[in-house]
């Protein structure tokens, strides 16, 4: 249980990961999502637990789900300190919790979901990068995002460059190859580990592939949008305000890339 003092409840003093399982019950990214929670935790200085405490917690997490599913790991200070000032000997909570997959249609996934501009921007933030569990612009946009009808939200800079969804990561297509924006650049949002993944393979087979802060105007003359992290994999868009955009078969062969990861 957790209890009630707990930093992580009373300050967002934490991280967490969210990782998909796959269908024989392996975690195909978790190498991925443990480096950066590592990286998060050195950042915080919150106590890491050892490998075998991880993978304790990840093994007790897959056993509980009856096929392929979600496990969010969090990962907290404890309790201790008065106030704000962190313990100076923190003993970590590491709690875990399961779900399904989320329901996106064959529909979406082949022509691509519909998306909407957020009016909350991303500002700069000292953490950005760690999946640290301060997370309000993303819990309002996500509600104005269900209040507007649309399926996920744009999320900009402050300067209104397009830099990532509201839980997803954002990549196009153009002329001169493939986009995403530079959120260390930004120092805002999240670089996912599918994101990381998928980068990799781009470059592995010597595509193009920027990484740079565009206009978000710049985005109408993209061949191709699509959203992914390592829930949903790759989700094309197929309407982002008066734009729209077709889903060639370089999307849907990425996605049938990163679908045959959790098939096993």
């Not at 470059?203 to 710049?218: F, I």
């Amino acid at each position: 249980m957790l209890d009630s003092r707990d930093r992580g409840l009373a300050y967002g003093d934490g991280l967490f990961e969210t990782m998909r399982v796959a269908a024989d019950g392996t975690i195909p990214l978790q190498a991925l999502h443990l480096q950066r929670l590592g990286r998060g935790a050195r950042a915080l200085a919150i106590p890491l637990p050892n490998q075998a405490q991880l993978q304790q917690a990840l093994n007790q997490a897959t056993s509980s789900l009856a096929g392929p599913g979600l496990i969010k790991l969090i990962l907290t200070r404890g309790t201790g300190g008065r106030g704000y000032l962190p313990p100076a000997s923190a003993t970590p909570s590491l709690l875990w919790q399961t779900a399904d997959l989320p329901a996106w249609s064959d529909n979406d996934r082949c022509y691509g979901i519909e998306m909407g501009v957020c009016s909350q921007p991303l500002f700069p933030d000292p953490f950005a990068g760690q999946k640290h569990l301060n997370r309000l612009a993303q819990v309002q946009s996500r509600a104005e995002v269900a209040r507007q009808g649309w399926q996920e939200g744009l999320m900009l800079s402050a300067r209104r460059q397009p830099l990532e969804a509201t839980a997803m990561n954002l990549f196009a297509r153009f002329k001169t190859g493939w986009w995403t924006p530079d959120l260390a650049l930004a120092n805002a949002g999240v670089a996912g580990v599918m994101r990381e993944w998928l980068l990799t393979q781009l470059r592995s087979r010597g595509e193009s592939v920027h990484c740079d802060l565009r206009p978000l105007s710049q985005l109408r003359d993209a061949e191709t949008v699509f959203l992914t992290n390592s829930v949903v994999g790759v989700l094309p868009v197929r309407k982002l305000a008066q734009w729209r955009w077709g889903v060639p078969d370089t999307v849907l062969a990425l996605q049938a890339e990163v679908d045959s990861l959790f098939d096993a």
